[in-house]
């Protein structure tokens, strides 16, 4: 009695070609990583392409040039980090009581934000954006260095009134509104306040937001005003 012979085991032959083809991509990936072992990346230089792609994508994000106010001491408050918009109300309003610029703007508690109204006849020459004296730059400096110290998020908010453009070189309310919040936002950003500042202009739209039971004259003066909006939100890290 003989044995069986074993049955033939059949082994399907890989094609030339894909040996070459497994060979190339090893000598490929060998290279890449050869060559990125000799490279290092620069830290600054990838901190510009992350500023830029975030500022790409976050459009309503202005980020201010900081420019230093030389000559305008400034008074620190010592602020908790982060706090509560309550208390926030209690010390921003004593603070503006004595001051001689913003002594008569109004800190107003809402719902979500502390809203701190400034009329523009004491910030800005008539007409313009431009800052009236000295005196503003030090007051408005003086309240940035406090509001720097905040983890709450900051915005800034330019109003006029809805009668006719007349008289400026303005052609729009809303150009004379984002302009004037731009230049507030410029001092906040010199005078220590280094994160991104939202800026909006809206013009006469917002006269009937008003409360009516104001007097007239009060009425038409707070529709032309910059409003420093403090958020409940903290500001991103």
Do not use: C
């Amino acid at each position: 009695m003989t044995d069986d012979p074993l049955p033939e085991i059949y082994v399907p032959k890989t094609p030339a070609w894909m040996v070459v083809f497994a060979d190339l991509l090893s000598l490929l990936l060998t290279f890449f990583v050869l060559v990125f072992s000799m490279n290092s990346v620069q830290v600054e230089d990838w901190k510009a392409v992350v500023q830029t792609l975030s500022d790409r994508l976050n459009p309503n994000r202005v980020l201010m040039q900081q420019e230093r106010y030389e000559g305008h001491e400034q008074n620190a408050v010592d602020l908790p980090l982060s706090e509560s918009l309550e208390y926030l109300n209690t010390v921003i309003e004593e603070k503006l009581a004595g001051d001689p610029v913003l002594g008569q703007a109004r800190v107003r508690l809402l719902d979500d934000r502390l809203a701190i109204s400034i009329p523009s006849d004491l910030l800005f020459k008539t007409g313009s954006a431009e800052i009236a004296d000295d005196d503003v730059y030090k007051a408005v400096s003086e309240l940035a260095a406090m509001l720097s110290r905040l983890e709450n998020r900051i915005a800034i908010i330019g109003y006029t009134d809805p009668s006719p453009v007349s008289g400026t070189q303005y052609t729009t309310h809303w150009e004379l509104s984002i302009d004037r919040a731009l230049a507030i936002a410029r001092i906040l950003a010199g005078s220590g306040y280094d994160q991104p500042i939202a800026t909006f202009g809206y013009g006469g739209t917002r006269f009937g937001d008003l409360l009516k039971d104001l007097p007239v004259e009060l009425q038409s003066r707070l529709s032309r005003r910059v409003d420093i909006v403090v958020r409940e939100t903290e500001r991103e890290q």
